[in-house]
């Protein structure tokens, strides 16, 4: 509920710091008649920190919505390479058939032939996530003004916490069975490709992305992989 809210507060100053930098280049119809003011280029760069595109290097904070919900950070050394990292949850409802899957592989060796056990349920307690990415930026603006297309080349770090309900019976001599449940937690990592595109508005400090990526496992399943990806907005700075 914190991370939410904070994450809420930061799209709420996103929001008004955008409306406040768009206010400086809108007129009314009546100010339209009078003369505009000069402002200078290094003022100008105060009140809209991507008013001039060109002065790099350049930062950015915000969010992304999707798997993961993530804070992201992004820094932007010149206009062709850029550095990422994100944090964040990922969208375990995405995942409950791998983990469901999962259950087999923590089943003991050590069961007689007359005892057995079945899966009932899992929730993921946690299910947290860590990466880092280096892109590669090219102007689409051809395409549209303010496009930029992206790839490039990452690692992630996965955190999960696993609770498994199940069923034991034995059917031996002395019969039972019962429910019961354990915990695990699972703790892998590997590379990710990033495909991506992100959107500015020049006279506003705001960049909007949209991005795919591909997980592979090296670790805890290796082989095992993924698409992951979401949409998100950044304040540039």
């Known amino acids: 509920m914190r991370f939410r809210k904070a994450t809420f507060f930061l799209f ?16 009314s119809v009546r100010s339209a ?39 992201t950070y992004k820094f932007y050394p010149n ?7 994100d944090g964040g949850k990922a969208a375990s409802g995405l ?16 069961l007689a032939e007359f005892e057995s056990i079945d899966y009932t349920s899992h929730k993921a307690n ?16 051809k395409i549209s003004k303010g496009l930029q297309l992206y790839a490039g080349l990452g690692w992630q770090w996965r955190s999960t916490r696993l609770t498994y309900d199940y069923f034991y019976e034995d059917e031996g001599p002395t019969p039972d069975n019962f429910l019961r449940k354990f915990s695990r937690n699972r703790f892998t990592y590997g590379p990710v490709g990033v495909l991506g595109f992100e959107y500015s508005y020049f006279s506003l400090p ?10 592979t496992d090296v670790l805890l399943d290796p082989g095992y992989q993924r698409f992951q990806g979401g949409v998100g907005l950044r304040y540039v700075f």
């Open 12 to 27: 709420l100053g996103l929001l008004t710091s955008a409306v406040l930098c768009h206010a400086q280049v809108r007129k």
């Open 33 to 71: 008649s009078f003369r505009q003011p000069v402002v200078s280029r290094n003022k100008a760069k105060v009140m809209c920190p991507i008013f001039e595109t060109s002065q790099y290097p350049y930062q950015g904070i915000g969010f992304k919505m999707g798997d993961p919900f993530a804070l």
């Open 79 to 85: 206009k062709n390479w850029a550095f990422a990292a």
């Open 95 to 110: 995942y409950n058939k791998y983990y469901r899957n999962a259950f087999n592989t923590y089943l003991p060796d050590t």
């Open 126 to 141: 946690s299910d947290w996530f860590v990466e880092t990415k280096f892109l590669y930026q090219w102007d689409a603006g």
């Open 206 to 215: 705001i960049s909007a992305f949209i991005e795919i990526e591909w997980f």
